[in-house]
């Protein structure tokens, strides 16, 4: 069959969002990969007659269960658990676990598919899945988290394992979700293996499992702001959330001599024009993760502003760093940051611009790296927790400081290579997700039709 008989852009996502009806995160999240990745097969048959973009955007299996537990007053609740497994090309199946109400089978999609290409793009033997359940953590004791999760494992425990699907932390799943899940699967199972990443230390877990992504996510941002041409040092930061990717950006941008004025929760923002420093970030990691408040606190404490119900893009600063969740940025916001003279984005939360806020950097030329790059230092730094537990050693954490750096390094250098345009812009979009396509594509060109 010639090139030209295949079908197109806008015919594929016309079947994509036939097969998946109202799925629209999934629809977006595929769009922004098969957009670039069709410029890039134009010229290769062996991609079209594979029908490669078409068998990744069908995941492997979508796996939905019941989850039934008995709260503290006795009422026996119901959620609905997930396992989304991508595909397994080039390696077992990974990727987190999501606890929050709004999560469903679209959202996990989009996730489990995002995290195919990120895995890819990390060097490491990794393939992609996302799982989750609708279950709002918010206000549930300890005894009903546990439980909770014990129920869910319960059923999750028969479809993952150490080589074959290995899930961490996402939204609303920390070291406390992560050690009442492993506790269950050993229990289920009477074995001690790496079935899951972000175990606590004394467990199995990893040195700097816990601030890879934030730091991961700053890197990019170095790395990009180096090779326009500009310094880290002195830049204003916006960062949105005040979760484990949020606080740890928030660490690594002072370390770098960035000044980050803001930070959020589902509640609203906190906007610190003197910077969140060092002994700032300490209460609000303590606020956020271990007494599980509200932002607002963090502004009554300290005497400055809280915006109820809005999100910190309106403030002017020289970069941006979307750490909270999916669609955060509307194409409102970004050009509001592109008026403010916004200078680079690094996307440590998973999708959170909408697909018109990417183009609109694009076009003012921002440097903009997506979260399939910016966000892998997270994933790659379990990909290295599952080489320690399969060979039951622990690495330093200088060793795994210094992977991680180069890790991200090779990120960015991916991203150069396939994203460099003419003018000298590099679309870290394009870059990254021909990059990551490639390594999954071949090779599931070499196991054939299966
Ligand atoms: P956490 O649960 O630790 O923190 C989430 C933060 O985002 C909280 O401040 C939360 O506010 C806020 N938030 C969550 N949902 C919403 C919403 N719908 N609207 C507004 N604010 C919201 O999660 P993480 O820090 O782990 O994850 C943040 C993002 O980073 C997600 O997109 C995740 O997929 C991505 N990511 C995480 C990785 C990891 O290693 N943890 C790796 C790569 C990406 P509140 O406290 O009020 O709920
Ligand atoms: O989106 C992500 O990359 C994560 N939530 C981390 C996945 C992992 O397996 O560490």
Redesign the pocket.
Known sequence: MAISDHVDLPQFMDGLKRRNPGETEFHQAVYEVAANVFDFIADKEIYHSQQILRRIAEPDRVISFRVCWEDDQGNIRVNRGYRVQNNNSIGPYKG?L?F?P?VNQSILKF?AFEQTF?NSLTGLPMGGAKGGADFNP?GKSDGEVMRFCQAFMTELYRHVGEDMDVP???????AREIGYLFGQWKRLTNKFTGVLT?KGRAFGGSPI?TE???YGTVYMLQDMLLQAGHDIEGKTALV????????YAIEKLNQSGAKVVT?????GFIYDPDGIDDERLAYLMDL??NR?G??EEYAREFGVEFHAGQ?PWIVAADLALP????N?ISQDDARTLIKNGVVAVSE?????TVQEGVQDFTEARVLFAP?KAA?????AI?GLEMSQNSTRMTWTEDELQTQLRSIMANIHAQCLEYGSAPDGYVDYVKGANVAGFVKVADAMIAYGVV
């Open positions: 987190g999501r929050h709004s996730l990120k918010k961490a932390g996402d939204i609303g799943v920390g972000g499992r890879a992504t934030g949105s959330g005040s979760g484990n990717v949020a606080t930070a959020s929760d589902s509640t956020k993760t599980r509200k932002i999100r750490s909270a969740t999916q955060e440590g939360a998973n999708m959170p979260s966000n892998a230092g997270g994933v379990s």
